[in-house]
């Protein structure tokens, strides 16, 4: 069954450091996301991508954050300069297009960024 | 996207069926009905979304009420595996829109 891959599963880097965080969606998926999740909160949305653009961004995306399509199978996300608040994980998802309107979202495993 | 409210934690035996119900009264015409679940700290997973109609897979069935401002998720015969916390979400068709994930009802399979 496909799946979506993520690397490294575990990332530890010093504040002010750039990371990226590398995701390899389901191979026919057009749609791709990624999200975060604190340490015994909520799954937070960060961006979506479709078609080599960012579809929609929320708040915690700024402007420390970019995603990149570098070629046909990668997606990225790096972060610039890394707080001790981006500990997170992060989850990177893909979805297909279906005409009937639904897009359910396929997860990775999620990458554990922990900043020092 | 309209709210959801779930209850924050369920007990289930071993081999019965787990109904988890979620409350989504200002759902609007075109927003789906999903569900997802998260163990441990796994990615989340999906399992099934629905319209208006009931519908089944391999891993639940999901039960819509015909004013579609509640649902029911069925795990027809929950295993200790199922233990996780499930998420019942609603989103907007037509595009591939963000997934807004709430507290969810964490899902406890007793042995």
């Known amino acids: 069954e496909p799946e979506v891959t993520q690397t490294p599963s575990h990332q530890v880097t010093q504040m002010g450091q750039e990371v990226i965080l590398r995701c390899v969606p389901i191979?026919?998926?057009?749609?791709f996301y990624w999200y975060r999740q604190i340490l015994g909160q909520k799954v937070e949305f960060l961006v979506s991508?479709?078609?080599?653009?960012?579809?929609?961004k929320s708040e915690i995306f700024d402007d420390q954050f970019s995603v990149e399509r570098p070629d046909g199978s990668n997606f990225t996300l790096k972060i610039r300069s890394t707080k001790l608040e981006d500990s997170a994980m992060y989850f990177c998802?893909?979805?297909?297009?279906?005409?009937?309107?639904?897009?359910?979202?396929?997860f990775g495993p999620g990458t554990r960024l922990t900043v020092t | 996207d309209a709210k959801t409210t779930q209850p924050p934690s369920m007990d289930c035996a071993e081999g019965r069926a787990a109904n988890l119900p979620c409350n989504h009264s200002?759902?609007?015409?075109?927003?789906?009905v999903y569900w997802y679940r998260q163990i441990h700290s796994q990615g989340p997973q999906y399992i099934i979304h629905?319209?208006?109609n009931n519908e089944t897979n391999e891993m639940a069935s999901l039960i819509i009420t015909e004013d579609r401002k509640s649902s029911t998720l069925i795990l027809p015969h929950a295993t200790l595996r199922d233990t996780a916390v499930y998420y019942c979400?609603?989103?907007?068709?037509?595009?591939?829109?963000?997934?807004?994930f709430g507290s969810g009802t964490q899902l406890t399979v007793l042995p």
């Open positions: 998802a893909s979805s297909e297009h279906w005409t009937s309107g639904s897009y359910e979202q396929y």
């Open positions: 191979s026919n998926h057009l749609y």
């Open positions: 991508f479709y078609n080599n653009e960012i579809s929609e």
């Open positions: 200002t759902i609007s015409g075109n927003e789906y």
């Open positions: 629905g319209l208006k």
């Open positions: 979400i609603v989103s907007y068709s037509g595009s591939a829109r963000q997934l807004t």
